[in-house]
């Protein structure tokens, strides 16, 4: 037998095996979902990434007429849900759901993360964003952000805000406000909204960073006013509250919950389900659902997804920097 021949029965079984493998790749990917699908929580439960989880899951579930299983695996500021799915099978029905602190507050807090940030995990879709609001006591001087500004800056020292904890997105909200604005006020932080909103209603600090559900009924009965919002548009339910961008270009630091899966995962199961997250989001159902916990829907693209994180990583690295909080 020539050469030739030898060489064309060769290129002939290769094109058969390609087709047959292309095959196999397009019937996986229309048959996927075939089981159920996991969403881990680096959270206990009631928190804002297992909300949103849960949500998304339920619509999901019925979108892809499987169930969506959420998994709450808290511990060690996210490592212990991270390290689940490393370990595990990246085959598409297990991914991560959590806010953004993970992946753009942790890396320049700790030295030794036992995740990579940028390499471990693959972006699937922004789901959501919870704005946080600058709120003052009732009984506080100001009654606008622009009077607040004026206060501190004319008594230097004199003041102290209130967070959710050293490193928290409500302590580099205000981290970053005081840099852009040359602002000196003392923070005081403390373990979770659960404490520093009561901190604030009983004037033990003026002012605090909190979400919306946490203030609702403390604004309804003025004994809090909402003086400005993180995000870096005004709010829809709260139209009548400044953006802080409207003072400070780029100042965005609106907490974000969105899908990532680890990596490895096949790329038609994150096209498949952020395309589902993309219209579950639009879901006049969810959408209500969402904003009545003070949650925007949002949903998007992989790539979409992967240009926010980088974002608000840079922007957190800056307040981290300005806070001169070091590294452990």
């Known amino acids: ?9 060769a290129l002939v079984t290769c094109a058969l095996g390609a087709t047959v493998a292309f095959g196999a790749t397009v019937a996986q990917a229309a048959d996927y979902p075939t089981r159920n699908i996991h969403f881990v929580v680096p959270y206990a439960a009631g928190g804002l990434p297992d909300t949103v989880a849960r949500l998304t899951a339920q ?23 991270a390290n689940s799915l490393l370990t595990g099978n990246a085959d598409g029905y297990s991914f991560l759901v959590t806010d953004g602190s993970m992946f753009s507050i942790n890396p320049h807090l700790y030295k030794d993360l036992s995740y990579n940030a940028e390499t471990d995990f693959m972006p699937v879709s922004l789901v959501a964003v919870a704005p946080l609001f600058l709120a003052a006591n009732g009984e506080f001087e100001p009654d606008t952000f622009e009077e607040f500004i004026e206060l501190i800056k004319a008594n230097p020292g004199k003041y102290d805000y209130g967070s959710s904890g050293v490193g928290s997105s409500h302590h ?28 604030l209603i009983g ?8 979400a919306l559900p946490s203030l609702a009924g403390f604004v309804a009965n ?24 409207e003072w400070v270009e780029g100042y965005d630091f609106a907490p974000t919950v969105g899908i990532l899966a680890p990596r490895g ?33 949002v949903g998007g693209s992989p790539d979409d997804y ?23």
């Open 59 to 81: 619509a999901l579930g019925e979108r892809l007429d499987v169930a969506v299983v959420v998994e709450n695996k808290p511990g060690a500021n996210g490592v212990v849900a």
């Open 265 to 297: 995962t096949p790329q038609e199961a994150i096209d498949r389900v952020a395309a589902e997250v993309a219209e579950i989001v639009k879901q006049p159902n969810v959408i209500e659902a969402m904003r009545k916990l003070g949650i925007d829907p």
């Open 222 to 245: 003025d004994e809090v006013k909402l003086l400005a919002v993180n995000s870096e548009n005004r709010y829809d339910q709260a139209p009548d509250v400044p953006a802080i961008a």
């Open 1 to 9: 037998m020539s050469r030739s021949l030898l060489s064309l029965r």
């Open 306 to 328: 992967a240009a926010a994180m980088k974002g608000e990583s840079e922007r957190y690295a800056a307040a981290i920097k300005a806070a001169g909080i070091q590294p452990e």
């Open 203 to 210: 004037n033990q600090v003026p002012v605090v960073f909190s």
């Open 172 to 199: 580099l909200s205000m981290e970053a406000l005081k840099t852009a604005l040359d602002l000196d006020i003392t923070h005081v932080p403390f373990r979770g909204s659960g404490q520093s909103v009561p901190a």
